[in-house]
């Protein structure tokens, strides 16, 4: 079973750059399909990018298409979020997920119900 922490959060200004870490224990990340999510206060959480188990596949929503690159690094077991160009809208508290390569989702907008496993959260804030 996988366990994931994020790193990486911070308080920026709108335009600016921040990159999130998601490093995984206890399996390796070539063995899942992985995505990252956002919750700002108020609202559902929301599906931001995801990438397939080998990195084949990788799929942003809208709003953050062209600002936002998804990656791993199989090496070092670790998925990242590089978010540039930043907007006030992104300001959210960010998640990593997992599902296991038997179970990835069909490409599309991440859904929280397809991941089994969660890290804890880093904040991103983004002042205009």
């Known amino acids: 079973q996988v366990e994931l922490v994020e790193s990486g959060g911070g308080s920026v200004q709108a335009g600016g750059s921040l990159r999130l870490s998601c490093a995984a224990s206890g399996d390796t990340v070539s063995r899942y399909c992985m995505a990252w999510f956002r919750q700002a206060p108020g609202k559902e959480r929301e599906g931001v990018a995801s990438i397939s188990n080998g990195g084949f596949s990788i799929f942003y929503i809208r709003a953050v298409r062209g600002r936002f690159t998804i990656s791993q690094d199989s090496a070092k077991n670790t998925l990242y979020l590089q978010m540039n160009s930043l907007k006030s809208e992104d300001t959210a508290l960010y998640y990593c997920?997992?599902?296991?390569?038997?179970?990835?989702?069909?490409?599309?907008?991440?859904?929280?119900?397809?991941?089994?496993?969660w890290g804890q959260g880093t904040q991103v804030t983004v002042s205009s």
């Open positions: 997920a997992a599902a296991p390569r038997g179970d990835c989702p069909p490409s599309g907008p991440p859904s929280q119900y397809q991941y089994n496993y």
